[in-house]
């Protein structure tokens, strides 16, 4: 079992940035993936970025390539988001999930454990 719990939702400008942290425990953060989804209102829920215990390659969704970057510190058991020119279309709340294994997904299905979410929203 592991268990995720987001921080570092908020409101911000356009153009501004956020970090976000989901903080792990539970079984051996290094045997799994870590990714990001977002989910707005009306929408389903959709990939961000995740990213393999190696950290060698991470992934991003097109929407949000060159402005976010995802990473993770195997020692504190914690993966980031970094998210900079921000747009009011990144408005969402923020998942961070987790997936058994080394190979990268990016359908939600995919992820076997889920945080609770944080708010994220980004004013015009």
């Known amino acids: 079992q592991v268990q995720l719990v987001e921080s570092g939702g908020g409101l911000v400008q356009a153009g501004g940035s956020l970090r976000l942290s989901c903080a792990t425990s539970?079984?051996?953060?290094?045997?799994?993936?870590l990714g990001w989804f977002r989910q707005a209102p009306g929408k389903e829920r959709e990939f961000v970025a995740a990213?393999?215990?190696?950290?060698?390659?991470?992934y991003y969704a097109d929407s949000v390539k060159g402005r976010f970057t995802i990473s993770r510190d195997n020692a504190e058991n914690t993966v980031y988001l970094q998210m900079n020119s921000l747009k009011p279309e990144d408005t969402a709340v923020y998942y961070c999930?987790?997936?058994?294994?080394?190979?990268?997904?990016?359908?939600?299905?995919?992820?076997?454990?889920w945080g609770q979410g944080t708010q994220v929203t980004v004013s015009s």
């Open positions: 999930a987790a997936r058994g294994g080394f190979t990268i997904a990016t359908m939600a299905p995919q992820y076997d454990y």
């Open positions: 539970g079984r051996t953060f290094r045997s799994y993936v």
């Open positions: 990213i393999s215990w190696r950290s060698s390659s991470p």
